[in-house]
């Protein structure tokens, strides 16, 4: 075989390999089938031209005043209660109020879920922003969170620093998340956003790009960089 052909082979070998870390869950995970793949509590769609899937506090009338009846709501479904949504992402009575000892319970909010299986080492990385009408507002601080395996963690609250937006009156603007699983099985993966204390101002939460990356097989990294070598073998080769 020339070094063309070894050169070639090669490369062909590479991609085989690269191709084992192909993301595999979650389905639909960049919104691009609608909300197929996920189920949904409360106000959920998935918006624009470059489909991203929005969560918001907002019911059908009422909310937002002087703004008009369900202006921030997306779906035409209402918000849901946050009893409704803990069980719906299989937390605990109570998991989602901000600060139950001081008064401060969760009212109500939106929520996607989907279950998958992930091995030890796999990494779940997603987009993200907050909006919120209550920006600023402390003392009844909306947020919004992913729930990995029955784990709660909060992306942001309305209590921060957020910067202006077009649309609400702030938000934390586009960021990533990244999180690496440490032990494998099957794990319910949610997101969602809730109203604290009142239910009278909207917040949101924009999801894009949910996927999850397996660990490389150690022998697809050993088969990586033997493949590299001889590539470079062979190009080396060909210079002389």
């Known amino acids: 075989m020339n070094d063309r052909k070894i050169l070639g082979a090669t490369l062909c070998a590479l991609m085989i390999v690269g191709s084992s870390s192909v993301v595999a ?3 639909n995970g960049n919104f691009s089938g609608g909300l197929t793949g996920w189920e949904a509590a409360g106000d959920v769609a998935v918006l624009g031209s470059t489909a ?3 969560l918001t506090t907002a019911t059908l009338g009422g909310d937002d005043l002087p703004a008009a009846a369900g202006a921030f709501n997306v779906s035409g479904n209402a918000a ?19 600060d139950a000892a001081g008064f401060v319970f969760a009212s109500e909010g939106s929520a996607i879920r989907q279950t998958v299986t992930v091995s030890a080492g796999d990494t779940l990385s997603f987009e993200w922003n907050f909006l919120s009408n209550e920006a600023g507002f402390a003392a009844q601080p909306d947020y919004a969170f992913v729930v990995i395996g029955g784990n709660l963690i909060r992306l942001a609250d309305s209590a921060g620093s957020l910067s202006p937006s077009a649309v609400y009156g702030g938000e934390t603007g586009t960021r990533h998340f990244s999180y690496t699983f440490t032990s494998g099985g099957s794990v319910v993966l949610g997101f969602g956003v809730v109203d604290a204390v009142d239910g009278s101002v909207s917040s949101a939460l924009t999801l894009d790009a949910v996927q999850i ?21 062979a190009a080396r080769r060909q210079k002389r």
């Open 25 to 27: 869950a979650p389905a």
């Open 52 to 54: 991203f899937a929005q």
């Open 80 to 98: 849901a209660a946050s009893g409704g949504l803990e069980s719906f992402l299989g937390l605990s009575a109570g998991a989602l109020d901000p």
């Open 213 to 233: 990356s397996p660990v490389p097989e150690p022998t697809a990294v050993a088969m990586f960089l033997a493949g590299l070598g001889i590539a470079g073998f």
